[in-house]
């Protein structure tokens, strides 16, 4: 029998490439850590920012309520300080009543340059069918008035001041006409409708008061054209809700913190509501009012105010960037971990190779694409052949028996034994090939570690070792060769199952 080649029995080198293709395997892995690092530093993140609001959040009106009262807090300001605030609720109320009534009046829904339009024309008559000169003036206080509006609001249906949608056009001698503006010509029409049943009201109670008197319709007439008169009403109720808001907030600027708790609670008597409260705005400059106190107790000044406030994280800034370091750190340990399993393990591997370890004749070696099928898998398990072309699982087992078997012939042996992986379908067909070829065949799991395997070396002449990626271990397989060499076996080769 030929000596064995010199046993080597050192670990592989680590490969660095098959290690990143390891790491890149568990792509699932890692995205699942990612999306748990994210989640609890995230949530961390939300805590810490909750925690830090709550140390100056607004105060709720029904705890305010619990501890001041109106005359409380009377007594704590001074008249100035209390006129302040009733300025403050007195543009609150006005915005209020300016934003129900830009709502809920059709007078801005109306574009004004295609503004619908009723015009009315009527003549005053005295009964013998003379023109009753001056009645028209003597109407214009009657039929010009906030009573006829409301007539006309209240017939139709119209919420809001109609002072910008019933206008006066003109009034002199024995002629009065009136514009009636509306959304549609149906609703210009209804309100025409009734100014004339007003009238009817007003020129037959009137008939003792004046000279008898009737009147006719001269003009009724449908338009829709530019309404200078209803763009300038829209701009004016913009322009004095921007007004009243402006000095709210040029108020709540300067309260103190009892203003702005005398504030809220006036609000509360006014209006009953601590949603609208919230939606006031004065939560803010509380806040603000209650941070800028602890900075003073802390001995802060205004520029150390002013640099705590811009180094401040908003909450979503917060809870990103708690994210990101979950995300980073969360990957970081999972990649850590995946590559210290990898590095400190003792079996063998896709990147080994069995020849360079073992010092012996490699018969061929079997890619299994085992697992998930999806594109990235398998082109990971590409690049970890090394750009060897794809072979098929019978096509690699023809090839390692046609090997061993051209081996077992060349060296004349007569009894073989298949050592390592025994148990696979393979180490039986590879039997088969190896008795059709004239030799004994015996199927050894481990001799160095079986007594009644190692009994059974007796009268071996070769062995083949069979190794399995992921399962055979480096020192097992040195055991064995260590066994062989020792008996004077001659090691044949091996294969990667």
Not at 41 to 59: H, L, N, P, Q, W
Request: proline share 2%; hydrophobic share 40%; aromatic share 8%.
């Amino acid at each position: 029998m030929e000596e064995n080649m010199s046993m080597k029995k050192a670990l592989p080198e680590l490969n660095f490439r098959d290690l990143i293709l390891e790491i890149l395997s568990h792509w699932r892995g890692i995205i699942l850590a990612a999306c748990i690092g994210i989640v609890i530093f995230g949530a961390i993140g939300f805590v810490i920012s909750r925690k830090e609001a709550s140390r100056t959040k607004a105060d709720p009106v029904s705890e305010i309520a619990e501890k001041y009262t109106v005359e409380s807090l009377k007594k704590e300001l001074g008249p100035e300080e209390q006129t302040a605030v009733q300025d403050a609720l007195l543009n609150q109320d006005l915005l209020l009543k300016n934003d129900e009534f830009i709502s809920v009046s059709p007078l801005f829904q109306i574009d004004s340059a295609k503004a619908p339009m009723t015009k009315v024309t009527i003549k005053f008559l005295k009964t013998a069918d003379n023109e009753a000169y001056g009645v028209a003036t003597e109407y214009k206080g009657i039929m010009d008035s906030a009573a006829m509006r409301e007539y006309i609001a209240n017939k139709c249906d119209i919420p809001g001041d109609l002072t910008d949608l019933v206008v006066m056009d003109d009034c002199a001698s024995a002629i009065m006409s009136f514009q009636f503006y509306n959304t549609s010509e149906e609703e210009c029409e209804k309100m025409a409708d009734a100014f004339l049943e007003y009238l009817d009201q007003k020129v037959e109670s009137n008939q003792k008061a004046m000279k008898k008197h009737t009147y006719e319709v001269i003009d009724r007439t449908f338009s829709t054209g530019n309404a200078p008169g209803i763009a300038k009403a829209q701009n004016d109720t913009y322009e004095d809700s921007s007004n009243y808001s402006k000095r709210i907030t040029a108020s709540l600027k300067e309260f103190s913190l009892e203003e702005i708790y005398y504030y809220k609670l006036l609000l509360l008597e006014k209006y009953n509501d601590e949603k609208m409260i919230e939606d006031s705005g004065i939560e803010y400059y509380e806040v603000k009012q209650k941070q800028k106190l602890e900075a003073e107790k802390n001995g802060e000044n205004q520029a150390d105010i002013a640099e705590r406030e811009a180094r401040t994280e908003s909450p979503v800034k917060r809870v990103i960037k708690m994210s990101l370091l979950g995300f980073i750190i969360a990957v970081f340990i999972y990649v850590v971990i995946v590559g210290y399993k990898y590095a400190l393990s003792t079996v063998f591997t896709d990147a080994d190779d069995f020849a360079e370890i073992y010092g012996v004749k490699s018969f061929g070696r079997i890619y299994r694409e085992e697992g998930p099928k999806s594109p990235l898998d398998r082109a990971i398990r590409k690049a970890r052949r090394l750009g060897r072309k794809e072979v098929s699982v019978s096509e690699a087992e023809e090839i390692i028996s046609a090997n061993a078997v051209s081996e077992v012939l060349a060296k004349g042996v007569k009894k073989v034994a298949l050592i390592g992986t025994v148990k696979e379908e393979f180490a039986g067909k590879l039997s088969e090939s190896i008795k059709n070829a004239g030799a004994e065949v015996l199927l050894l799991s481990g001799p160095s570690g079986n007594a009644e395997e190692l009994k059974s070396l007796e009268g071996v002449q070769g062995a083949i070792l069979l190794v399995k990626t992921k399962e055979s271990n480096y020192s097992e397989i040195w055991d064995e060769m260590e066994l062989l060499r020792n008996r004077e076996i001659s090691i044949l080769g091996g294969a990667v199952l």
